[in-house]
């Protein structure tokens, strides 16, 4: 495999496309989870205390439907993102140009981001419904 030079014009115009691509997908991934959690705050109110907490169609929204759709939506997006990666890491390696497009660490940095968001909204779901049973 040849060494990825800056001079490179494949090999720039392959890393460019690809950093494109993760920006707009991590972008889009933080962005839709950053509304998510401004709309919970929107619905609960800013004076909320999780021990007053009670069942109404807004906790229910806020706490159980919109947690639940947002750990959904994380698991799609691990999916396309580490789809994407996966393709461009195999079009750099076609074209023998650098490897290490999306390599073991990009992996294990979406992995672990889209735990943590996962994890943190089942937390919510859960310890809200707790609170309020």
Known sequence: ???VTVLDPNAKAIYDLYEN???RRYGLLFGVNGGAYALVGLLIGKDA??????????TVWAFVL???AMI???GLMYQDILAFGMKMRGYAQELERDPDIFGPAGVAHL?????LFAVAWAMAAV???VEMS
Request: charged fraction near 15%; include cysteine.
């Open 1 to 3: 495999m040849g060494k």
């Open 21 to 23: 691509g993760k920006g």
């Open 49 to 58: 205390r999780l021990d007053a907490l009670t069942w109404s169609p807004l």
């Open 66 to 68: 919109i947690p639940i």
């Open 72 to 74: 959904i939506y994380t």
């Open 111 to 115: 992995r672990y981001v889209c735990l």
């Open 127 to 129: 310890l809200a419904c």
